[in-house]
């Protein structure tokens, strides 16, 4: 009987192919492949991720420009319409990084009389700059009220605190000078633009407090 290993040596004899079960085979060419060698040029995650995310965008506009009448010249059309809009909320509201942070000091700077607040005022109103001609009105508002001794001269003193102050002694145009410190705020320090007419009504207020007769505060209560 002439075995396995006997038919091997015989001359001329051919040795039977050895085989390797399947999955020993998928196992063995899995650890191979598993090998750095062959991973040295494959992308990063972060590369696969951004190839995914374009791969999705690309899917969704896709499809979108499907659903949409006119196609891709539709989805044109609404992301300008979308590109207007945003735009002009920035143009109306202001610069996001110029969020409102809180009421800050009215004055920033030496101390001027009310007429140099008037004067730098116009200056800035001549000149189309309708935030800072806003500011130095709101301050030659609060100044004259300092210099009438209507308001107590006080340094760190914002615009809310001297709207505040003032309505005791000027009731009558409590609203109005609330109305006058929150504009100064939201242009100060909110991001919102001034124009013409909000500086014509701080300007108006203060002619107006420049007439007003203030109620003056007894022991026994408000007289005229």
């Known amino acids: 009987m002439v075995t396995r290993a006997t038919a091997a040596l015989l001359p001329g004899s051919e040795t039977p192919p050895l085989t390797t079960p399947r999955d020993a085979a998928r196992e063995a060419a899995q650890r191979e492949l598993s090998k750095p060698l062959y991973h040295q040029n494959d992308p990063s995650p972060l590369q696969r991720a951004i190839d995914r995310f374009w791969e999705w965008l690309g899917d969704l506009t896709g499809s979108a420009a499907d659903a949409t009448p006119g196609g ?35 004055f920033d700077e030496g101390v001027r009389s009310a007429a140099d607040h008037r004067a730098s005022a116009e200056a800035h109103a001549a000149a189309g700059r309708w935030t800072e001609a806003v500011q130095e009105r709101m301050r030659a508002v609060v100044r004259s009220l300092e210099e009438r001794t209507l ?68 022991t026994g209560g408000p007289a005229a």
């Open 151 to 218: 308001l107590d001269p006080r340094p760190g003193r914002t615009a809310d605190e001297a709207a505040a102050e003032a309505a005791l002694s000027l009731p009558g145009h409590s609203a109005e000078l609330r109305a006058a410190a929150r504009t100064f705020d939201d242009v100060t320090y909110g991001g919102r633009t001034a124009d013409t007419g909000t500086y014509a009504r701080l300007r108006d207020l203060d002619v107006t407090l420049e007439r007003a007769k203030p109620v003056l505060t007894t």
């Open 72 to 106: 891709p010249v539709g989805i044109l059309v609404i992301v300008v319409v979308v590109v207007l809009l945003i735009a002009a909320l920035w143009w109306r509201l202001g610069s996001p990084r110029r969020a409102a942070t809180g009421a800050g000091l009215l």
